[in-house]
C-alpha cells in the first residue's frame, strides 16, 4: 500500500511539473522566488545612472539571456544598446543575478529570456513589450521601470531649468524627416537610433534604417536591422510582438 502511495505521490509530482512548464511562465520556476522575486530584484538592484538621467535619456533596454537547465547563465546579449554606461549598469545587475536561477531537473535545453529596463524620465516612457501571447509571455518577463530616485528630483529640477528641455519622440521625428529629404543620411542616423532606443518595436524605424545603411553601403547594418524585423525574439517577428498588447 506504501509502494502505491508513494507511486501516486510521484506521478502527481511529475504531473504538476509538467504542468508549469507548459502553462506557467518559465521566470516562474526558473528564478528564485517567481517573477515577483524578478521584479524585486531587479527593480532594487539596478540604478538610473546620474550621468544618463543629466542628458535627459530614456529607453528601453532589452538584453538576451540564456539559462541552462542547471541554473547557469550561458549567454548575454544586448538587443537594444542604449550608452556604454547604461548597458553596463545592465550588464553588471545580470552578473549579479547568477545565484538566483534555479536548477530545473525537468528539461535538457537552455532557456532564453529577454530582459525589458526601462529608464523612464517623468512624463516619458518607452515603448515595452506586453503580450498577451502565452509563447510571447514567456520570452519576455514583466518589465522593470527604472525611474529617477525622488531624493535626486530637486537637485535636478533646478539643473535642467537652464538645460534644453528632453525633445519629444514627435519633434526628432520632425528632424528625421527633415534630414531625409535632404538625403543628409548621416546626421539622420543618431536621431533615428534615438528613437529606436525609445521605441525598440517599431518596425518602420528599422525599415528606414534599412533603406539609410542601403545607400550608405553597409550591407552587414542591413542584415542586421532586417533580421531584427523577421526574428526579433527567438523566431518571432516584430509583427508578431506587437498583437495583442495589454
Known amino acids: ?37 524578478y521584479i524585486s530584484f531587479f527593480s532594487k538592484s539596478v540604478h538610473f545612472p546620474v550621468t544618463a538621467i543629466e542628458k ?4 528601453n533596454s532589452i538584453t538576451k539571456i540564456s539559462i541552462n537547465p542547471e541554473g547557469g547563465i550561458t549567454e ?7 550608452d556604454s554606461i547604461i548597458d553596463n549598469e545592465v550588464l553588471r545587475v545580470i552578473n549579479l543575478s547568477k545565484n538566483l536561477w534555479k536548477k530545473c531537473d525537468s528539461i535538457n535545453h537552455d532557456q532564453v529570456f529577454y530582459i525589458q529596463i526601462a529608464f523612464s524620465l517623468p512624463g516619458f516612457m518607452p515603448n515595452l513589450c506586453r503580450s498577451k501571447s502565452q509563447e510571447i509571455m514567456k520570452l519576455f518577463p514583466e518589465p522593470i ?5 525622488e531624493s535626486l528630483l530637486p537637485t535636478l529640477s533646478k539643473e535642467n531649468d537652464s538645460k534644453k528641455p528632453i525633445e519629444k519622440s514627435e519633434e526628432l521625428s520632425e528632424k528625421l524627416n527633415s534630414n531625409l529629404n535632404i538625403e543628409k543620411f548621416e546626421d539622420a542616423l543618431p536621431i533615428l ?4 532606443k525609445r521605441d525598440p518595436f517599431n518596425r518602420d524605424l528599422y525599415k528606414v534604417r534599412i ?18 524585423i523577421f526574428d526579433f525574439a527567438e523566431g518571432f517577428s516584430l509583427d508578431e510582438l506587437n498583437k495583442d498588447h495589454y
Open 1 to 37: 500500500m506504501k509502494t502505491y502511495f508513494l507511486l501516486f505521490l510521484i506521478c502527481i509530482s511529475i504531473s504538476e511539473s509538467l504542468y508549469s512548464q507548459k502553462f506557467k511562465k518559465p521566470i516562474n520556476y526558473r528564478f528564485k522566488d517567481g517573477e515577483m522575486g
Open 56 to 59: 535627459g535619456t530614456f529607453a
Open 76 to 82: 548575454i546579449t544586448v538587443v537594444n544598446p542604449i
Open 145 to 149: 521601470i527604472v525611474s529617477i530616485p
Open 193 to 196: 537610433n534615438e528613437l529606436i
Open 211 to 228: 533603406m539609410i545603411n542601403v545607400r550608405l553601403n553597409r550591407p552587414e547594418l542591413v542584415n542586421q536591422d532586417d533580421n531584427k
